[in-house]
């Protein structure tokens, strides 16, 4: 499977996943439409700023075309299509997470080829999206909540600094993205900060004492 393949797989795989968080925040087929566009190019929209590129050139017609084609399909699907989307929904996010950090990487590294600059565009570019959706939808942003979507499109940054930009690379790095995000899935992969076990017990402890004054 080419590049460019897997790249269409993502930007479906993102628009739908911003028609189906309106379709259960119960918008109407204008939120639909919005969240999908917002899930779409938000994340290019915010790379294009951190690089100082024009904001008009995430406006690609062959782009605008799939995501628009998606949206109105998913307008007009059977309930039924979009529980079958839930349960592969994850998997296609997944290729989405992984093309849109390699595209964003790529265009900074074209543009500045800094490191510093190609790690923060594919983390923003592959996550931005999907955070203005959640925030529109009243949601607590996903990748907020769950580091490993932030470390996955650091890694993508630094395969792209690293010149992995064949097509067979590419390739292999959305694979490689894929697999480890499904297996943190289904493992309940996260990454454990000690301070939050540090304030955990200092809060029981301070419970422990409020108890043991209201009982006196």
């Not at 911003?18 to 439409?33: D, M, R």
């Not at 600094?161 to 993205?177: A, E, G, R, S």
């Amino acid at each position: 499977m080419s590049w460019v393949v897997l790249h269409v797989i993502g930007i479906i795989a993102y628009t739908a996943s911003g028609a189906l968080v309106a379709i259960e925040s119960k918008y109407s087929f204008i939120g639909i439409f919005v969240l999908g566009l917002t899930t779409s190019f938000g994340g290019a929209i915010v790379r294009n700023l951190i690089i100082d590129a024009p904001v008009s050139g995430v406006w690609d017609s062959n782009t605008i075309a799939v995501v628009f084609v998606t949206l109105t399909l998913i307008v007009f699907l059977p309930l039924k299509w979009v529980h079958h989307w839930k349960r592969w929904g994850l998997f296609f996010d997944s290729i989405g997470l992984a093309t849109f950090a390699l595209q964003g990487a790529l265009s900074a590294k074209y543009a500045h080829d800094h490191l510093g600059l190609i790690l923060l565009s594919a983390m923003f570019t592959g996550l931005g999206g999907g955070m203005i959706r959640d925030i529109l939808a009243g949601r607590k942003p996903l990748a907020l909540k769950e580091e490993i979507h932030a470390v996955l499109t650091l890694i993508c940054g630094l395969c792209a600094w690293l010149d992995w930009i064949h097509p067979i690379q590419l390739t292999l790095v959305v694979f490689c993205i894929v697999t480890i995000r499904m297996l943190a899935i289904k493992f309940n992969w996260k990454l454990h900060l000690p301070y939050r076990i540090e304030t955990h017990k200092k809060f029981r402890k301070n419970d422990g004492k409020a108890k043991s004054s209201l009982n006196d």
